[in-house]
């Protein structure tokens, strides 16, 4: 039997000349500091050292490994820290940590190599760029691994401790932070899904007992609905549980299926046409999913388009007639287009995963998902289990951005098989699965009229939004631009166009970026009509406090200030500078609860909220150490757990101002139970006097939940006032039927970017991106810079790259790996500078909001409009690809 040395240590390797290095590493050696995501050498995730040289695990026979050295993360950070992983602690290179062991291994090597031919200098980015160019991070944590490689390489981290900004940083270095995925019960079995592989069906006959006689499968269960429908290729039909993946994989394949085929149509275009076939009859529409983060509004159904949703216009008559006399008497002024946006995946590196297990009657969950507790809550409810049965855990998530916020197949999945084979079971999906069956940011087509007056204010605007939802509804598109630049009337209507793709699902701002690359433009396209600034009519129109002082700070960089007129150079490359702006809804879930408690002379807090990346750790830690003049470090934060305090959902930026808010509440309570328990008072002139009194305290614990905020400052209210009654009832519903309230005062961003164009090859790059925020106080300032840089990196993949591929005959994803699509890697990051303006939010306790949404709204446009600077054409779909750019500038050559 071959063997191999891996971090130190002699292991045998598998006789099978098919096993994979990654699956030795991970599954039977249980090293899962390694990770698994694109399985094809695309993302680097798998990187370990083989003889000191970084190599893709997933590529490798593990064979291959024989009489070799493998070192893991876990291998390089056995003994102490190498001083690349002390810099991403230091400088945050990460986020959801998912990616963080791959970049660390590759990162090192280069590292060690570069300081053994070049001693301490420091390498370029071009440098570091080059080294890790095999390596995919969604979260977008660039700027900081550049940081990071440049600071070890340097010297900077060879000796002593680190300070990390992120509190659960070390394990995420380390490989020893958890994901779902990484989960391992004794007698785990694992599980996999039987899909549809046609696009619309209705199965007729299921036949599980070929599954079943395979040696090894040990649970088989139908996952159909009650109509036995499947309305896309991917849709669950069945689910297998066995000993391991390739047995589940097996039987899966053995399994009966006998179908009647329906018509089937897909995409936006062929779902519109009168003759196309229905997706959802009447009695089916219950079976849609939804792309918002709110509830559905009700809608009328017209073949497979839903809508208009036009409850947010205001005079919609009066703008119609208005746009079309402007029409007709072809007013120089009117700003008549048409926008395509493409379909942005989540593309989250940890894919979809649960494990159940049933104790008796109680049943654990480890679910990668952005709502601990409403997960349970829903498991709850499915299962008729009470609350005190079931417990979700989620103690690290590799990225969600939406897509993992509500009760997912793959949980129902593992439960169903968990209990039928009375036995713990994963269901984790596979990169396939995961680009093509867990959502998107559907594709839309939004036409925009907008007409100033002859006063220069803005009198008409309408928007009209059709997405291509798959088989889901609730798009939100063409609503947004209510509540940014009023005008004297609006006419906004949303369309879900339903086809048989797989649903759409909430992603990041859910309908911002797409109606903010088509409004921004033509803000842009108004201002170069009326002969003005960007900037300067943007602050005409749009009177939000917090965007004022944003388009101040804008006006004043410098790269604004010298930017050349429009279409004012010639040559090859050509360099231009746009402008956009964004807001989300500032929104908190009540209920939001949080326990501290003093435990051995440590402080303690718990709730059960979780972090994705966005650092719900610590600004819990940061928020209670500041309070107590203590180390964040010193305080131990307890999360992603159900039977924890109920804690918020990760979706709509809301955690912060969910959990900030009950935080300081229990902070003051502590301080009085403290005192009043104290055996001592500190010693005079003390300069820690709580880390005093929490260190002799007797165990003790106080609970908070979420208060309502202060009365605002005037001038500041919710923006659903502005938008009248359908405001008060949206809002209504938010409160009553998903436990949100939109709270005063609006998160803004205003973004200058400058690109660089090559005219012959039709490349864009962006150089420099500007990023100004307006989020209140920031809670973990370090972390609150992550996330605004990685939103506009994932502004940036919309922008430029990302797009998901179908074939329209069949319906199949054809983008399905990460080869095929692409997401942005650390060459494509622009220096970034990040603006916090920290006002505006005082009536919230703590005085902050989210960022996660609002940072990366205005990033498409901003590009776009720096393309228009920069070659004088209006480029109005994206992704703006190579050959659209191309198209564009002859068509403008042409005309
Ligand atoms: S998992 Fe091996 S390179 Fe992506
Ligand atoms: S930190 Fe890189 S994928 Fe999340």
Redesign the pocket.
């Known amino acids: 039997m071959s063997t191999m040395t891996i971090n130190g240590q002699s292991e045998p390797l598998p006789d099978d000349a098919d096993a994979l290095l ?1 699956d030795v590493i991970r599954d039977r050696l249980g090293l899962t500091g390694t ?13 370990v050292l083989l003889d000191g040289e970084p190599v ?4 490798l026979p593990a064979l291959m490994a024989a009489g070799k050295s493998v070192t893991t993360i876990e291998g390089l950070g056995h003994e102490k820290l190498h001083p690349v992983q002390k810099a991403f602690m230091a400088h945050d290179g990460l986020q959801c940590g998912f990616c963080t062991p791959g970049f660390i291994v590759e990162a090192a090597a280069f590292c060690d190599h570069w300081r053994a031919a070049k001693g301490t200098a420091v390498p370029s980015r071009d440098d570091i760029a080059a080294a890790l160019s095999g390596h995919l991070c969604r979260c977008g944590a660039y700027e900081g691994i550049f940081r990071a490689v440049a600071d070890a390489c340097a010297g900077r981290f060879d000796a002593g401790d680190v300070r990390a900004p992120r509190i659960e940083a070390r394990d995420k270095v380390t490989g020893a932070a958890r994901y779902t995925v990484d989960i391992r019960h004794d007698g785990q079995l694992e599980g996999v899904i039987l899909r549809s592989s046609v696009a619309h069906a209705k199965i007729t006959g299921l036949d599980l007992e070929p599954a079943r006689a395979i040696a090894g499968v040990v649970a088989v269960v139908s996952l159909l609905g009650d109509d036995r429908v499947v309305r896309y290729v991917g849709a669950p039909i069945a689910a297998v549980a066995a000993t391991n993946r390739s047995t589940a994989l097996e039987a899966i394949a053995a399994i009966g299926v006998r179908r009647e085929e329906l018509p089937a149509v897909i995409g936006l275009d062929a779902a519109r046409l009168p003759e196309a076939p229905v997706v959802f009859e009447k009695a089916a529409r219950k079976y849609a999913g939804n792309v918002s983060e709110g509830g559905s509004s009700p809608a009328a159904w017209n073949g497979n388009v839903r809508g208009p949703t036009a409850a947010f216009s205001q005079g919609a008559k009066r703008a119609r007639a208005w746009l079309s006399e402007a029409r007709e008497a072809r007013n120089p002024l009117l700003v008549d287009a048409t926008f395509r946006v493409s379909t942005q995946s989540h593309a989250c590196l940890e894919p979809h995963a649960a494990v159940a297990r049933f104790d008796g009657d109680r049943l654990t969950v480890h679910v990668s998902t952005q709502a601990v507790y409403e997960v349970m809550e829903k498991i709850a409810k499915r299962y008729r289990l009470g609350h005190d049965k079931v417990r979700v855990i989620a103690d690290h998530v590799g990225g969600g951005f939406g897509s993992k916020g509500s009760l997912g197949v793959e949980t129902i999945a593992a439960i169903e098989l968990a209990r039928a084979a009375k036995a713990p079971v994963r269901v984790a999906f596979d990169r396939e699965e995961e680009l093509s069956v867990t959502g998107y940011r559907p594709a839309a087509e939004i036409k925009v009229a907008m007409l100033p007056s002859a006063e220069g204010n803005l009198k008409a605007l309408s928007l009209t939004a059709h997405a291509d939802t798959g088989a889901a509804t609730s798009s939100t598109i063409a609503a947004l631009a209510r509540l940014i630049y009023p005008a004297e009337a609006k006419e906004l209507a949303d369309f879900d166009v339903i086809s048989n793709l797989p649903p759409g699902a909430p992603f990041r701002g859910p309908g911002g970026p797409p109606m903010a690359f088509a409004l921004e433009q033509a803000i842009d396209e108004a201002a170069l009509r009326m002969r003005l600034d960007p900037i300067a009519l943007r602050k005409r129109w749009d009177g939000d406090p917090n965007r004022q002082r944003l388009y101040e700070w804008a006006e004043g960089l410098e790269v604004w200030r010298n930017r050349k007129q429009a279409a004012a150079q010639s040559g090859r490359f050509r360099r231009g500078v746009g402008v956009a702006s964004g807001y989300w809804l500032y929104l908190w879930q009540p209920g939001s609860s949080i326990t501290l408690a003093i435990k051995g002379g440590r402080i303690v807090a718990s709730t059960a909220a979780q972090d994705i990346g966005t650092g719900t750790r610590s600004v819990i830690a940061n928020t209670v150490a500041t309070e107590f003049g203590l180390e964040p470090k010193d305080v131990e934060v307890r999360i992603g757990d159900s039977n924890l305090p109920e804690g918020p959902g990760s979706g709509g930026s809301r955690v912060t101002a969910s959990i900030v808010p009950p935080t300081l509440a229990a902070i003051a309570k502590l301080k009085a139970a403290i005192e009043k328990s104290a055996p001592r008072t500190p010693a005079a002139g003390s300069n820690a006097p709580w880390r005093e009194l929490i260190a002799t305290a007797p165990d003790l614990a106080v609970s908070a939940e979420r208060p309502k905020d202060n009365r605002p400052a005037p001038g500041i209210s919710s923006p659903l006032r502005q938008a009248g009654f359908m405001g008060m009832v949206f809002g209504w519903m938010m409160r009553t039927f998903n436990n949100i309230v939109v709270g005063a005062g609006v998160p803004s961003s205003v973004q200058v970017m400058e690109v660089e164009v090559d005219t012959l090859l039709g490349h864009v790059r962006v150089l420099n991106a500007f990023t100004g925020l307006a989020i209140g106080r920031l809670a973990a300032p370090q972390l609150a810079h992550s996330q605004a840089v990685g939103s506009v990196i994932q502004g940036i993949g919309y922008a430029l790259y990302e797009a998901r591929e179908t074939d329209v005959r069949t319906g199949h994803v054809l983008s399905s790996g ?1 080869d095929d699509y692409r997401i942005p890697g650390i060459a494509d990051m622009p220096r970034c500078e990040v603006h916090f303006d920290e006002q505006g939010f005082d009536h919230v306790p703590g005085g902050g909001v989210g960022i996660g949404e609002v940072a990366t709204i205005p990033t498409s446009p901003a590009i776009a409009n720096a393309v228009r600077n920069a070659i004088g054409v209006r480029m109005t779909e994206i992704p703006i690809r190579p050959d659209r750019l191309i198209a564009a500038l002859k068509g403008r050559a042409a005309a």
């Open positions: 990654v990770k698994l995501v694109c399985g094809s050498g695309v993302c680097g995730a798998c990187t893709a695990s997933c590529l990460m």
